[in-house]
């Protein structure tokens, strides 16, 4: 690869990081809104797995962490998950309904719906930014081992993934806004590992 070709490589995943920052900060406004307290967010994090192998940090999500997936049509395409922790879904569900049991069929409802107004959110500012109608498909609820299925999803697709974490003001309800873009130029794909 050439220094022309790695320059290009670099501007690209910048651009991506940037995009997923500016939907991370719009997800992290809808769900200070929704909860009514400050949610921050951190900086984007890129994360290679490499294809067929354990993705340590997936796993180290733990058994008990749910996500709402969606397919991402237009733009870059891929999939985004909204990932929650037993805690910060405990806290999430006990502020939004008074009932932390994740497997009640209210508590699976609210956080398809949690799910979908942050993607929607995200995707909505990436959408204005790049100027192309980008739309997510249903949400689809992992109870548990939400790392798990996000390993699985990466491993039969891209390598790369981008990350955001919003957290409220307490610390409690922490929660992980993963894009796995699959239209990422050619030159822009890490090399395999």
Do not use: Y
Not at 128 to 145: C, F, H, K, M, N
Request: proline fraction near 6%; charged fraction near 25%.
């Amino acid at each position: 690869m050439d220094v022309a070709e790695l320059e290009r490589m670099r501007a690209e995943l910048d651009r991506l990081c940037e995009l997923t920052n500016v939907g991370a900060g719009h997800a992290a406004d809808a769900l200070a809104r929704l909860l009514g307290r400050t949610v921050r967010m951190d900086p984007p994090k890129l994360r290679l797995a490499s294809r067929g192998a354990v993705d340590s940090s997936a796993a180290a999500l733990g058994l008990e962490t749910a996500g709402i997936f969606f397919d991402v049509c237009g733009g870059i395409g891929g999939t985004l998950g909204v990932l929650f922790p037993r805690r910060a879904r405990e806290t999430l569900l006990a502020t939004l309904i008074g009932d932390p049991d994740p497997h009640s069929e209210e508590a699976e409802s609210a956080l398809r719906e949690v799910g979908n107004i942050l993607a929607s959110h995200a995707l909505s500012a990436v959408s204005d930014l790049i100027g192309d109608r980008i739309l997510p498909s249903l949400p689809v609820l992992t109870a548990e081992a939400a790392g798990a299925v996000l390993g699985t999803l990466q491993a039969r697709g891209e390598a790369l993934r981008v990350e955001s974490r919003l957290v409220d003001e307490s610390g409690g309800l922490r929660s992980l806004l993963v894009w796995i873009p699959s239209r990422l130029s050619r030159e822009a794909r890490p090399p395999p590992l």
